[in-house]
């Protein structure tokens, strides 16, 4: 099964289909507020999404970002706390989310548990945002994305990887064209991802490295 979201009738919505059938499409959210990044739990009952509502204070406008997930079999939706781009651990009881920092503007990477309800921040950093987070398959890892700035270095986009306790920060790529969406081979023992390395006109490629 495939969960992915569609725009209909002014409205983005969450829907899954069947792989290989690419038929009976199921809509999965029907609200009136716009629902985006469908990720299915590891067993495959749920689907976790964000939903965004937007809020007029004054003269700001402000946008929330919720996570919920949708439960395929029972039909019931739950609401957990706020976040993008989630990314779940291997046995699906926490999750790995986006955030933005209202003071810098800097994307963190925070981490939710679903069963208990508790928060922890993981990265946040004053001088430095991060962004496109992928979790290792033993959930001891994350690879994330970040901007590198440095002295007659133009601003690109690098791979990290971090402890899930927020210890160990390295960066694993250098090259000056951009390197991003990585994501963790099954094994654990390479990241596959996007870089505009080995092009001349920077189009971009997918390459593999190892991780030790």
């Known amino acids: 099964m495939l969960a992915f979201s569609d725009y209909r009738d002014n409205n983005w919505n969450i829907y899954s289909v069947g792989a290989e059938s690419g038929s009976a499409i199921r809509q999965i959210t029907t609200s009136n507020l716009d629902e ?16 965004f509502e937007k809020k007029i204070i004054g003269e700001q406008v402000i946008y929330l970002d919720y996570l919920w997930t949708y439960n395929l079999d029972k039909g ?17 009881k926490k999750v790995v989310v986006r955030r933005t920092n209202k003071e810098t503007n800097n ?6 548990d679903l069963e208990k309800g508790q928060e922890f921040i993981i990265l946040a950093l004053k001088e430095r945002s991060f962004r496109e987070k992928s979790v290792s398959p033993d959930g001891k890892r994350i690879a994330v994305v970040s901007p590198r700035f440095g ?7 690098d791979i990290y990887i971090v402890n899930m306790d927020g210890t160990g920060l390295t960066q694993l790529t250098f090259h000056p064209g951009h390197d ?3 994501r ?21 490629n997918i390459w593999r490295m190892d991780v030790k």
Do not use: H, M
């Open 151 to 157: 002295e007659n270095i133009p601003a690109n986009l």
């Open 184 to 204: 963790w081979s099954p094994d654990g023992k390479y990241i596959y991802f996007l870089s505009q390395r080995g092009s001349e006109k920077g189009e971009y």
């Open 76 to 92: 019931f939706l739950t609401q957990y706390g706020r976040g993008l781009t989630p990314a779940l651990t291997p046995d699906g």
């Open 36 to 51: 985006y990044y469908p990720v299915f739990s590891p067993d495959g009952t749920s689907i976790l999404f964000v939903q």
């Open 107 to 112: 994307g963190e990477i925070w981490l939710i």
């Open 180 to 182: 991003l969406c990585p």
